[in-house]
């Protein structure tokens, strides 16, 4: 009855060894297909990356302070020739 019994317990632990496995193989099948659809996605979405986002924004304040720049001349520039007669 013992040996019976071991061997029993022993089928059993494989048997849930084997479904573990399983269980794994799955998981990783799962993890892939999610991945993809999710990187298709994201394609699919037409996102900006970091870099070129960092690199808009950067233009962006260098244009905004040369615009500041600019608009201080045109006032010095302005002071300078007086009144000037708008059309």
């Known amino acids: 009855m013992t040996?019976?019994?071991?061997?029993f317990f022993d089928e059993i632990a494989r048997l849930m060894n084997?479904?573990?496995?399983?269980?794994?193989?799955?998981?990783?099948?799962?993890?892939?297909v999610v991945?993809?659809?999710?990187?298709?996605i994201l394609r699919d979405l037409d996102l900006v990356k970091r870099e070129e986002f960092e690199a808009v924004k950067d233009m962006a304040?260098?244009?905004r302070e040369?615009?500041?720049?600019?608009k201080t001349r045109i006032t010095a520039l302005e002071k300078k020739l007086g009144p000037v007669a708008e059309t």
Do not use: F, Y
């Not at 040996?3 to 061997?7: A, G, L």
């Not at 084997?18 to 892939?32: F, P, S």
């Not at 040369?66 to 600019?70: D, G, P, R, T």
């Open 3 to 7: 040996q019976t019994s071991n061997r």
């Open 61 to 63: 304040r260098l244009a």
């Open 66 to 70: 040369e615009n500041e720049a600019l």
């Open 35 to 40: 991945r993809s659809q999710a990187e298709r």
């Open 18 to 32: 084997d479904a573990a496995g399983a269980a794994q193989g799955v998981k990783r099948e799962i993890e892939t």
